[in-house]
């Protein structure tokens, strides 16, 4: 039933617009369950995929580190299976609105998890609340499609900057596409909006920031962080001469990339 709403909302770009304006000021809610699996099995499924993509992405051995998740979401699961397969001293599951599911207690319960409870602690709230975290603390600061809706960057890697050991890893998976906002009008089409009107349609629950490639290296850069950038994937040249059309006087090969990895250390 909310599929096929969405998709009629999703026929009309002013229609689809004034849906985000409403859910912007809770007057719709659309939240996005499902997104992750619908079942307890398939979230516990992308949860499992999750933590084996932090693993393969820290260069060491993860026993007795100290690893912390931004943007758990729905489940603590991802920390809990990489306390359990990896031996981790602890984890951190930190998110800027606490939404995580009935499912999580379940997935939990089905999957026995709560041994390993006694070392996860979830915060939630403004990111200045990472703070009480002991400075230069953290081995592995880890992040899948969540640094694309943080409204602040800049706050947030203060923050991490000041959590990260000297020696420790940063790993984000970022997803640059417009998560279906205008998707019918093409996959760039909601980088023709004005900030303000952007703002207007999601400023309050995290939609996409809209930054590009280029503004994480740059915020990397100010942040005192070497990169290693990998390119997942980019947007392919149907895509790219469609948005040529409606995105006029940008330069395009600035919007190529679609999904990104980063990994960063402190120089
Ligand atoms: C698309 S979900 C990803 C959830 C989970 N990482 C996963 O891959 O299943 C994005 C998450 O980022 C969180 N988020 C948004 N802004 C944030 C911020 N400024 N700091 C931390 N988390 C944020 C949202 O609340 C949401 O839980």
């Known amino acids: 039933m909310k ?42 499924q992308h949860n499992i995929n999750i933590a084996q993509l932090y693993a393969k992405n820290y260069d060491g051995i993860l026993d007795n580190k100290i690893v912390l998740e931004i943007g758990t979401g729905f489940t603590r699961t991802t920390m809990l299976y990489m306390i359990k397969e990896y031996n981790l001293k602890k984890a951190y599951c930190y998110d800027r609105f606490n939404c995580l599911h009935e499912n999580d207690d379940k997935i939990i319960q089905k999957y026995g998890l709560e041994p390993y409870l006694e070392k996860l602690e979830y915060i939630s709230g403004v990111n200045e609340e990472l703070l ?73 629950i995290g939609q ?21 950038v990998n390119i997942v994937e980019s947007f392919n040249n149907h895509e790219l001469e469609r948005a040529q059309k409606y995105l006029k006087n940008k330069n395009i090969n600035e919007y190529k990339t679609a999904s990104v990895e980063f990994k960063l250390c402190k120089k």
Request: glycine share 6%.
């Open 132 to 204: 009480k975290i002991e400075n230069s603390s953290i081995d592995y600061i880890v992040s899948n499609a969540v640094l694309e809706h943080v409204d602040n960057l800049d706050l947030l890697f203060n923050v991490l900057g000041q959590l990260i050991k000297q020696d420790g890893v940063i790993y984000h998976k970022v997803d640059l596409r417009c998560h279906n906002r205008f998707k019918k009008y093409g996959e760039l089409y909601f980088h023709t909006f004005s900030d303000t009107f952007w703002n207007m349609m999601g400023g309050k």
């Open 3 to 44: 599929n096929v709403l969405k998709k009629l909302l999703r026929q009309n770009k002013y229609i689809e617009a004034l849906a985000y304006i409403l859910q912007n000021n809770q007057i719709l809610n659309s939240s996005g369950t499902g997104e992750f699996g619908n079942s307890i099995e398939e979230m516990y």
């Open 208 to 228: 996409p920031n809209r930054k590009l490639l280029k503004d994480y290296i740059a915020l990397y850069e100010q942040h005192n962080f070497n990169q290693e």
